[in-house]
């Protein structure tokens, strides 16, 4: 696994914890989730504008593209 690969896999956990913590939900379910709209593989995608804005901005991502208000993945 390269380093930009553990930093990708850091954001989504920190995204699904947050999430989770925002939303009141298990991590378990929000992992589901994520995975279900496909909001890791976005996330990954588009790691490199996401990093250079903190980790807090996966959090925002992934609500953003689940609320249907996201064109970052078009």
């Known amino acids: 696994m390269t380093e930009t690969e553990r930093e990708q896999n ?3 956990v920190y995204a699904v914890e947050g999430y989770a913590q925002r939303h009141g939900l298990q991590e378990k379910d929000v992992l589901a989730l994520f995975r ?3 909001i890791n593989r976005l ?3 588009n790691f ?3 990093h250079t804005q903190g980790l807090d ?3 925002s991502f ?10 970052k993945n078009a």
Request: proline letters at 0%.
């Open 36 to 38: 279900e709209n496909g």
């Open 57 to 59: 901005e996966g959090i």
């Open 10 to 12: 850091l954001m989504i």
């Open 62 to 71: 992934a609500e953003d593209i689940l609320a249907g208000r996201n064109d």
């Open 48 to 50: 490199n504008a996401l």
């Open 43 to 45: 996330i990954r995608k």
